[in-house]
C-alpha cells in the first residue's frame, strides 16, 4: 500500500494542556495476592507492575473523565472547547456514547461529543481524530480524554488479567496552530488486523450475543485475553509501527529523545524499546504505579513524566500504542514547553478548579 501523504505545512493540532487522574483506591500486589493465587513476585517479575489504582463501586469511567478533563482544561489555561474525544472501553453505557455526558458536567455542553472504541490504541487514534477536526477546520479546540475502568470488567478472580489492569484517566487538550512549532502532532502511522479479534475480546454485551438465541454466560460478560500471543503482537506491532511513523517524519531512531507507549506490561516496554535500538533509559514508563490502564496509560504516563520532569521541552516524543481489535498506531511530536502543568499527576483529589 502506498505511504499517505504528509500532513501539509499549515494548520496543525498543537498540544497545550495535559492532565491525569486516578481515583484514590491503591490495590498492590500483596492485597491481590492475598485473594488470588499470585505474588508480589510473580507480578513484578513478569509484568513490572507494583500497585494499581482501582474505582469504587459505583464509580464509572465519565466520573474519572471529568476529573482529567477538567485538570486538563486547567492546564490549558481554557474554559472550553469545539469537541470532546473520549477513548475508552469501558463507557458508562453501549449507548449513548461517554463524551456528551462528560462534555455536559464539564460545562461544555453544544461541543461536539463522541466516544473512540479502538482498546488500548484509543489514545492515539483519537489523537489522530482530534487532529483531523483541527485540520479541517471542524474544531479550533479539541478536548480529549483516554479513560478506562477495567475493574469493571476483569473477573476479580481471573489472576492472570486481575493482576494487569488498572482504572485512570488522562486528557490533552489541542488547538489550532501550526504544523512546525512545538506540540504539534504527526506524523501518524495507524492500522488493524481484525482476524485477532479473538485475542482480546468481550464476548458478551454487544448485538452478536444480542442477536443470537441463547442468553450468554455471566463469564461472557468478563474481559477475555491471549495473554501470550498478545504479548508477541504487542511488541511486533508497536514496534512496526513506531518504525514507519518514523520514516513517514523522515526521522531516525537517534533523533527520538523519549518513547511513550501504551503501559502494557514492562517487558513488552522493553522490548519495544531494545527492538528499535533505543536505549533503556528514553523508555518512559509509570506501569509500576498504574498498571496497563488502557486508553488512559499514554496521557498518564506523559503526565507522571511532565510531574517527575523526565520530558522537557524540545524532546522528540514518540508515542506508540497497540491494543484489541487488533489496532495499532504511532505518532511523533515534539514536547512543548506547557504552562500549568506543576500538580498535572493527581491521585485522587475531587477539588474543583
Ligand atoms: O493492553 C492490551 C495488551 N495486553 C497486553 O499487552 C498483555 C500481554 N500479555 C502479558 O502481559 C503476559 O502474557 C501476561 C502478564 C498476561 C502473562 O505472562 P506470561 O509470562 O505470558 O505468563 P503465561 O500466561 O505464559 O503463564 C505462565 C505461568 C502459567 O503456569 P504454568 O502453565 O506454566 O504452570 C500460568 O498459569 O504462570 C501462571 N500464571 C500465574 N502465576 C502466578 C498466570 N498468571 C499468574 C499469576 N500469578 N497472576
Redo the contacts with the bound molecule.
Keep these: 500500500m502506498p505511504a499517505p501523504p504528509a500532513p501539509p505545512h499549515g494548520r496543525a493540532a498543537v498540544l497545550c494542556g495535559l492532565a491525569g487522574w486516578l481515583p484514590p483506591r491503591v490495590v498492590t500486589n500483596e492485597e491481590l495476592s492475598q485473594r ?4 508480589d513476585n ?2 513484578r517479575t ?2 513490572g507492575i507494583g500497585r494499581r489504582h482501582f474505582a469504587e463501586p459505583g464509580q464509572a469511567t465519565s466520573d474519572l473523565a471529568v476529573e482529567a478533563g477538567r485538570r486538563a482544561l486547567r492546564s490549558a489555561g481554557v474554559t472550553d472547547v469545539d469537541a470532546v474525544v473520549v477513548a475508552t472501553t469501558t463507557p458508562d453505557r453501549s449507548c449513548p456514547a461517554t463524551a456528551p455526558l462528560v462534555a455536559d458536567r464539564l460545562g461544555l455542553v453544544g461541543a461536539a461529543a463522541f466516544d473512540i472504541s479502538a ?2 490504541t484509543g489514545f492515539v487514534y483519537g489523537l489522530a481524530s482530534a487532529a483531523g477536526l483541527i485540520a479541517a477546520g471542524v474544531a479550533e479546540r479539541v478536548l480529549l480524554i483516554g479513560a478506562d475502568t477495567y475493574s469493571t470488567i476483569v473477573d476479580p478472580d481471573d ?2 488479567n486481575a ?2 489492569f488498572g482504572d485512570g484517566a488522562g486528557a490533552v487538550v489541542l488547538r489550532a496552530g501550526h504544523a512546525g512549532e512545538p506540540g504539534a502532532v504527526g506524523h501518524f502511522d495507524l492500522g488493524s488486523d481484525g482476524t485477532g479479534e479473538e485475542l ?1 475480546m468481550v464476548p458478551a454485551g454487544g448485538s452478536r450475543q444480542r442477536s443470537a438465541s441463547h442468553l450468554a454466560a455471566a463469564q461472557d460478560h468478563y474481559f477475555a ?1 491471549r ?2 500471543e ?2 508477541r503482537h ?1 511488541v511486533t506491532r508497536m514496534t512496526a509501527s513506531a518504525r514507519a511513523t518514523l520514516t513517514l517524519g523522515d526521522r531516525k531512531v537517534e533523533d527520538i529523545d523519549r518513547i511513550v507507549p ?1 503501559q ?2 514492562l517487558r ?1 516496554l522493553r522490548s519495544v524499546a531494545e527492538d528499535l535500538g533505543l536505549p533503556p533509559e528514553r523508555l518512559v514508563t509509570n506501569v509500576e504505579s498504574v498498571g ?1 490502564t ?1 486508553a488512559a496509560s499514554i496521557p498518564l504516563a506523559l503526565a507522571d513524566a511532565v510531574a517527575r520532569h523526565t520530558i522537557h521541552a524540545g524532546e522528540h516524543v514518540l508515542l506508540t500504542a ?3 481489535g487488533l489496532t495499532w498506531g504511532s505518532c511523533l511530536l515534539t514536547w512543548p514547553g506547557l504552562a500549568g502543568t506543576d500538580h498535572p499527576y493527581d491521585t485522587g483529589g475531587t477539588q474543583q478548579p
Design positions: 488470588l493465587d499470585t505474588s510473580w507480578i513478569r509484568t482498546v488500548c489472576r492472570t493482576i494487569i482480546i485475553m495473554g501470550k498478545v504479548f504487542a501504551h502494557a506490561n513488552i496497563n488502557g497497540f491494543g484489541g
